[in-house]
């Protein structure tokens, strides 16, 4: 799946969690929700023994971006 997504210019890939569709030059990069309250889940996989950056949760030394809501007409 990452192969067919679009970096944005800094590298950086933003995801498109909406029910309908972005437009075609965003669909690489659209997951389909649907039409109402969506729960998001983060699942990290940790190569190391030791215990992630990650965690205590909100504690550790690297946070996952933030989600934002965007209302683009």
């Given at each position: 799946m990452l192969?067919?997504?679009k970096?944005?210019?800094d590298g950086s890939i933003a995801i498109y969690i909406q029910k309908d569709s972005p437009g075609s030059e965003k669909d690489?990069?659209?997951l389909p929700a649907p039409n109402?309250?969506?729960y998001l889940v983060m699942r990290?996989?940790?190569p190391k023994t030791e215990s992630s950056s990650v965690l205590p949760a909100g504690e550790g030394t690297?946070?996952?971006p933030g989600v934002?809501?965007?209302n683009e007409m």
């Open positions: 192969p067919n997504m970096k944005n210019e690489a990069n659209w109402g309250p969506i990290l996989y940790w690297w946070n996952p934002t809501k965007v």
